[in-house]
Nanobody, 116 residues
Framework: QVQLVESGGGLVQPGGSLRLSCTAS????????MSWFRQAPGKERELVAF????????RYADSVKGRFTISRDNAKNTLYLQMNSLKPEDTAVYYC?????????WGQGTQVTVSS
């Protein structure tokens, strides 16, 4: 079965750092565009960043540019999100997503809370 399992969320102070991981199984990881989304209470889910393996291309939301770095290790079927200089407005549930045309898979999410 397809599984995406996030880890690394938690409570961090403003200005701190956190590294999220997403371990995938049940599909050919290297064929998929991998993304991180986030959703705060009462708000729409937004795309944070994605990495497209075939052309080694990444894209970031304006709100996280220069602070977050998305990466993937195809040999380990793992997606990462390095988050630096965290702000309270980064507080949200972060979701791992795998996309390839008609296939769209989601993890259960991991809570990130940025607070002093």
């Amino acid at each position: 079965q397809v599984q995406l399992v996030e880890s690394g969320g938690g409570l961090v102070q403003p200005g701190g750092s956190l590294r999220l991981s997403c371990t995938a199984s049940g599909f050919t990881f290297s064929n998929y565009r991998m993304s991180w989304f986030r959703q705060a209470p009462g708000k729409e889910r937004e795309l944070v960043a994605f990495v497209f393996n075939p052309v080694d291309f990444t894209r970031y939301a304006d709100s996280v540019k220069g602070r977050f770095t998305i990466s993937r290790d195809n040999a380990k079927n793992t997606l990462y999100l390095q988050m630096n200089s965290l702000k309270p407005e980064d507080t949200a549930v972060y979701y791992c997503n795998a996309f390839m045309g008609g296939s769209d898979y989601w993890g259960q999410g991991t809570q990130v809370t940025v607070s002093s």
